[in-house]
């Protein structure tokens, strides 16, 4: 199993959608939290869990959504880091960057997409994904339908406010000619 160290920023998009979810009514609709929690083994730093928690003090999506990924605590590890004082992003992407950096992760899930640059620059040789590349994956190995991760990144990108970002745009496309 490929091991992946996510951002809180990523672990809430993905948590926007296992929220959105859990209509008891529809047992079928796809979870993409579910789903990279037991395709990958996940590492996060304690510094992304307090950022969740302190996310999910708000009573909107992003609380709601911090939260459902916090009901989900024992499926991945927390791993402490010591951090790098004069990295330039917040705690909790230091401390996921330095994470992955330590552990040799297979991928990094970060939906920084001010900060893209400067996060792939500091990986060493590990992959970095964003949520809507994380959904592309899922359909390409058959874990989601085309149809799924188009519906999906809709209710993500309408919660985090995506619509005019290039990445959600061309994950987008790419869905739509499936």
Known sequence: MSLAVPDSSA???????????????????PDPLALFLTRYRVIVPPEVLTELQDIASFEDSH?????????????FTTRPVEL????PLDTGENAAVTLANECD????????FNQLGLVHASLADTRLVTTPTLLSIFVRTDQLSA???LTLLDEISDARSWDENSYVRRARSLFERR
């Not at 672990?11 to 609709?29: E, K, M, W």
């Not at 609380?63 to 499926?75: F, N, P, Q, S």
């Not at 790098?84 to 990295?87: E, I």
């Open 105 to 112: 992760a297979t991928l990094f899930l970060c939906d920084e």
């Open 11 to 29: 672990l809430v998009s993905l948590g926007v959608a296992a929220d959105a979810n859990r209509d008891p009514l529809d047992d079928a609709a």
């Open 84 to 87: 790098d004082s004069t990295f």
């Open 147 to 149: 149809s799924e991760a």
């Open 63 to 75: 609380g709601r959504a911090a939260t459902a990924v916090l009901d989900r605590r024992d499926a």
